[in-house]
């Protein structure tokens, strides 16, 4: 067979493969995880804290609470805030002395002072739990987590796209291990 023709041979082929698969798909269920390090930072920066970012979490080794707040990328294929939103949200603590600690955190959707391109107010939703080095998702500790329904949503959590952030009243010993969104991205039908 001649150059050409295999290279011809060979971009049809790739073609064909191509479309044969964007054929096949619709819709395909996301997810984004980060480390508390990397996601998490102090709402009220001070060089004063014992609260910081490690490989193992972002953590409040010191004495005193200090609010944290978390904020999650906008989903793949996201366009808008109101597309291609979030379908639940999950932010793991654990506690780093073995205790029990309570703790409340507060997702928020959709961003201030957006009411005049239609963005509506954001919605807060509280949760608080009990966390400590043995909870419900074992190493990970325990988690907590947001669905659509928390924010009067149905199949996304309203304007979440890009504009979903979580606060925390951090105690003292516990840590932020990891956080993750997931959606549905829409891939071709």
Request: proline share 6%; aromatic share 6%.
């Amino acid at each position: 067979m001649k150059p050409n023709m295999r290279s011809i041979l060979l971009l049809a082929v790739i073609a064909g493969s191509m479309v044969g698969q964007s054929a096949m798909a619709a819709t395909q269920s996301r997810l984004i995880d980060q480390t508390g390090a990397n996601m998490c930072q102090l709402s009220i920066p001070t060089t004063d804290t014992k609260v910081r970012p490690k490989a193992t979490g972002f953590n409040n080794e010191g004495t005193t609470n200090a609010f944290v707040i978390c904020a999650f990328d906008a989903p793949p294929g996201s366009t808008t805030l109101a597309e291609g939103g979030l379908t639940g949200v999950v932010l793991y603590l654990k506690s780093l002395d073995g205790l029990s600690h309570t703790v409340t955190c507060t997702g928020v959707n959709s961003i201030a002072d957006g009411a005049d391109l239609g963005i509506p107010a954001p919605t807060y939703v509280a949760k608080t739990l009990a966390v400590n080095d043995t909870g419900t998702y074992g190493v990970f500790g325990v988690g907590f987590q947001w669905t659509p329904a928390d924010f009067g949503g149905t199949t996304t959590i309203p304007f979440s796209a890009g504009a979903f952030s979580v606060t925390c009243l951090l105690p003292p010993q516990v840590s932020i291990k990891i956080g993750g969104g997931a959606s549905d991205e829409d891939v071709g039908s």
